[in-house]
C-alpha cells in the first residue's frame, strides 16, 4: 500500500491467537478492535496446531509467518510452556515475538514463560490499556496510523 506521501506502508501485522477458549479470543480481539488496530489475525487452539502453522505442514500449507503470537499458557496436550520450548528450537522461527497471556499471576509462572522466551506476560482478565501497551512495545510492531484507523505492522526483518 502506498502512502499519500508517497511512501510505502508497512504491511499489516499478521498475529498468531494460540488460545482454546472462543471467549478469549474474542475479548482479545474486541480489545484490539475497540483501540481500532488493524491486523491479520489467524487462530488456532492447541500448541500442536500452532507448530504445523509456523511450519507450513498440512491444512497450514500457505499460512504466513507471524509477526506476533499470542499464546495461552494453559492449552491442551502440549502447555504453553513446552510450545515455548520447541519454539525457541526452530532456528528461523524464535526470534518471533510471545506474549503470553494466562490466569495465573505467580510470580514463577511469569519468570518461567521470561526464561522460555515470551518478551511479555499478560494476566487475564485482560483490560484494554495493558493489551495495547505491550503491543506497542514489541520492538517488531508498530501501531500506524491510516485515516482513523490504527494498523499494526510489521518491519520486515526478513529484508535485512
Known sequence: MTEPDGEEAAPMAQV?????SAVEIRL???LLNRARVQFD???VTSAEDALRFLRNEPRF??????????????LPRIQGGGFLKELRGLPELKTIPVVVLSGSDFEEDVIGARELGAVHYLVKPLNYEKLCE??????????ETRGDDLFLCAEDLRRV
Open 16 to 20: 498468531l491467537f494460540i488460545e482454546d
Open 61 to 74: 500449507e500457505s499460512a504466513p509467518r507471524p509477526d506476533l503470537i499470542f499464546l495461552d499458557l494453559n
Open 41 to 43: 489475525g489467524h487462530w
Open 28 to 30: 482479545v480481539t474486541d
Open 134 to 143: 505491550v503491543v506497542a512495545r514489541v520492538r517488531s510492531l508498530k501501531l
